[in-house]
């Protein structure tokens, strides 16, 4: 039974650790494109607004990228520390888009990051703007390489069981790169970073321009800020819908109890035996967690066969009851503290709409923004409850993009590879409670103080605004100064 | 044992090589923002001359881990989850180092950047040291069973020879570390530099004698490869005299690279010392290694390309961008 406690202390660390994580990376990948396509803007109207605005911006988001990158270093760590059995067992296949993600992303990123926050005064615009675009583009692929192994995770392709080492190898790279999942997935989290850096940026302009007096120069910024931000933010969130749609459709066939518990369906639903012919969406479900039957939900009929499939009637939806027994079938009964193969349903089921349903506002909030915000008008300063909405939406990209995360991970429940491992065989079973309790607490603590941490300074920055450079504050002067003084002498 | 696994070791002994080499000074500079830097100007010198670098460098102990995971995944479980405290202390300094470089420029007070530049020093001391712990008691063998996972114990992870690793990675790394300020910054804080390495030369060469004789003691690596260890013993011992003579000289790039390639040849003891090894463990068949703990040949091909096409270009721009920051920087107090 200790293996039990050893085995929830795990979960719960890296359910921590990534959602933690997962925080940080879409806001730094999303304000990076953000950033870039700012300096991109001063780049070629040579306006010096543009400059101010990515440097403004770009301090926001050198504080993302550090605390995604040191929250980032522990997911790495975290497969030997706390999964051993795990990373004996997949290491052949798992490790390497790992490795490959650091030697051909994590590199260039860090690189060019330093080139891109250092070189401001000493690299010709066009070159400066190349290092922002290499960290927005190595982010990206950091993102595919890991999503590459986590799509293994979800769908494992590319491998072949070998009995004797008692592990799964590698047959096919190619395989793991175009995994299925992985081809549905990453365009979705690509877009949902694009959520991410547009409404971050265009809710914090918000709540800035609720503090500027009227006349105030920096008005012009913030608003050229949030048209940008929230273009961005549109082709994010109409992205989303097109991914979304393609990913649920898509885990009907692949991860069937994952879809059944999003959409809330118990019993089988089958269309042809319905008298409307079309299969009913529920807006509210609950299921009590004991019995995994739905004991009460309010129905709208078609919407499911609209979205499951893409048709005003038809199609089947196999509910959870019914793949129970089929997985029970298929994979024998669930063994070693994993009582059955359900997953959590209410949390899917809620965690699902928020996202969808997020998603939807953030949508229609950016059309009524840059409507208001468009040249002739100035409804968007003069109606401020509006922008109060806008500064608010700063928040919700974290809970759309945490939503989704749980969506994917809790709906692999109770497998770490689906169909091949389950959770309880991958825990390490020599790292003691008392470790894991121990690191879980210290991961809390320092990711609660980096995140109250962040949100403060994130607010002094913008409190701050673009015309204050930190470094005036602390540094009065230039370290190079003195050299260029000294040289410039010599002449 | 084939030459693709052979490869591998090698090159995760590169990347770990090259981490200690840069993330090194990294560490030494970090230490030094109290003690050596006098004010805010040698602070800011001090995080002028690594700030550009000093998240790249990390990387390669990312990659190192990256490595192990895809290359031996054996030794990845059994080592991380081996040393489970140790590297968890690893990963908090790394954590608190890495905010408090971003962070310390944004306080509102003076009390608040100090408390990042604290960290700064902390975090640096604390993160080589462990690293040097892990990998001597890796090397001095560890209670491993049949599965081969770990069931150390305090005083097999705590040794007079793990105390005296760990103390001589942060040793080197600080030294290293003053190598660099003298390298790379102008201004009186290199004159202190200059009499701290000269202070600590003596008391690292003296490490060295120890750490040889407790080598003997707690390792089979004299025993087992007596020439070779000797050799690489008898090279670190040259290079840290010759860096001592260096500091009453005004050469300044020769005895930064004699301190980061003594980093090196420390790795490099560890890993001829391991060799065939991954890890050494108290009952000799349970020991992990190379021939039996590694990935698939397909999968060790298929990284090998994958190196060979990344690494060129990886560090390409890696040097480009220390060449882009390649100029002195002046502490301000030169210029009052």
């Known amino acids: ?491 | 044992m084939s030459l693709l696994q052979i490869l591998w070791f090698i090159l995760i002994a590169i990347l770990w090589a090259g981490f200690f080499f840069l993330e090194g000074f990294d560490f030494g500079v970090g230490m030094q923002f109290f003690g050596l830097a006098k004010d805010d100007h040698d602070r800011e010198a001090l995080y002028q001359s690594i700030g550009p670098n000093w998240d790249a460098n990390e990387v390669w102990l990312i990659t190192a881990g990256g490595a192990m995971f895809a290359a031996f995944p054996y030794w990845y479980a059994s080592l991380f989850s081996g040393f489970y405290l140790m590297l968890l202390v690893v990963l908090l300094a790394l954590i608190y180092r890495g905010s408090a470089f971003e962070f310390r420029e944004h306080m509102p007070t003076i009390q608040g950047t100090r408390l990042w530049e604290r960290l700064i020093v902390l975090s640096s001391f604390i993160a080589p040291f462990f690293l040097g712990m892990i990998f001597t008691a890796m090397a001095s063998g560890m209670p491993i069973d049949a599965h081969g996972d770990l069931t150390a114990g305090f005083f097999d992870y705590v040794t007079p020879f793990t105390l005296v690793g760990g103390i001589a990675v942060t040793l080197m790394s600080y030294i290293h570390g003053l190598n660099f300020t003298r390298l790379k910054i102008e201004g009186k804080i290199t004159t202190r530099a200059t009499a701290q390495l000269k202070l600590l030369y003596p008391v690292l060469l003296a490490g060295e004698v120890l750490f040889a004789i407790l080598l003997f003691f707690y390792t089979d690596f004299i025993q087992t490869k007596p020439l070779l260890t000797v050799i690489l013993l008898a090279i670190l011992v040259v290079m840290t005299l010759l860096g001592w003579y260096s500091t009453y000289h005004n050469g300044k790039t020769f005895p930064f690279l004699l301190s980061g390639f003594g980093l090196v040849v420390v790795v490099v003891l560890l890993f001829t010392g391991l060799f065939p090894r991954l890890m050494v463990a108290h009952n000799p068949a349970h020991s992990l290694l190379i021939a039996t703990s590694s990935s698939t040949p397909y999968t060790l091909r298929v990284m090998t390309y994958v190196v060979a096409t990344a690494l060129p270009l990886t560090l390409g721009y890696q040097i480009w961008s220390f060449y882009v920051f390649r100029k002195r920087i002046v502490s301000h107090k030169v210029i009052e």
Request: hydrophobic share 50%; proline share 4%.
């Open chain 1, 1 to 491: 039974m200790t293996l039990v406690g050893i085995l929830e202390l795990a979960r719960f660390q890296f359910a921590m650790t990534t959602i933690f994580h997962f925080f940080f990376v879409p806001m730094s990948i999303g304000l990076a494109v953000v950033v870039a396509v700012m300096e991109t803007m001063y780049v070629i109207k040579k306006d010096e607004t543009y400059k101010k605005m990515a440097q403004f911006w770009g301090k926001i988001f050198l504080l993302s990228f550090a605390v995604g990158v040191v929250t980032g270093i522990i997911q790495e760590f975290q497969f030997g520390m706390n999964w051993s059995r795990y990373s004996r067992y997949v290491g052949d296949i798992f490790g390497a888009p790992l490795a490959v993600e650091a030697l051909v992303a994590f590199f260039a990123e860090s690189t060019f990051i330093g080139l891109w926050s250092f070189t401001w005064d000493r690299m010709k615009p066009a070159v400066h703007v190349l290092f922002i675009w290499i960290v927005a583009i190595a982010s990206c692929v950091s993102a595919l390489w890991i999503l590459a192994a986590n799509s293994f995770m979800q769908n494992p392709v590319g491998y072949a069981i070998n009995n004797h080492m008692g592990r799964a190898e590698l047959t096919d790279f190619g395989a793991l790169l175009t995994n299925k999942q992985l081809w549905v997935q990453f365009p979705h989290v690509i877009v949902g970073t694009l959520v991410a850096g547009g409404f971050i940026v265009a809710g914090m302009a918000a709540f800035k321009l609720l503090k500027l007096k009227p006349g105030d120069p920096q008005i012009i910024l913030f608003r050229k800020s949030i048209n940008i931000a929230l273009v961005v933010g549109l082709i994010g969130v109409g992205g989303a819908v097109i991914t979304g749609d393609k990913h649920a459709f898509d885990l009907q066939t692949m991860q069937p109890m994952k879809y059944a518990a999003m959409e809330g369906v118990d019993e089988t639903i089958d269309s042809s035996k319905r008298s409307d012919k079309a299969q009913p969406w529920s807006l509210i479900s609950v299921t009590n967690p004991q019995t995994h039957k739905v004991i009460a939900k309010i129905e709208i009929p078609y919407v499911l066969s609209i979205l499951g499939n893409h048709s005003l009637t038809g199609g089947k939806t196999v509910g959870t009851t019914e793949l129970q027994k089929e997985f029970v079938a298929k994979y024998g009964e669930p063994k070693d503290g994993v009582a059955n193969y359900y997953v959590p349903e209410n949390t899917l089921f809620y965690a699902f709409r928020v996202m969808a349903m997020g998603a939807g506002l953030l949508g229609l909030i950016a059309v009524v923004a840059l409507w208001f915000n468009r040249k002739k008008s100035n409804l968007i300063l003069t109606q401020r409850w509006f922008l109060w909405i806008l500064g608010v939406m700063t928040f919700f990209p974290f809970v759309v993009n945490t939503a989704g995360w749980l969506v994917t991970e809790l709906g692999r429940y109770p497998w770490v590879v689906y169909g091949l491992m389950t959770i309880a065989d991958a825990v390490s079973p020599n790292v003691s409670t008392a470790s894991l309790l121990i690191s879980n607490i210290v991961y809390f603590l320092t990711f609660s103080t980096l995140g109250g941490l962040m949100i403060w300074l994130s607010r002094r920055v913008l409190h701050a605004g673009p015309d204050v450079q930190e470094e005036e504050i602390l540094s009065p002067q230039d370290p190079y100064e003195h050299l260029q003084a000294q040289k410039e002498s010599e002449k």
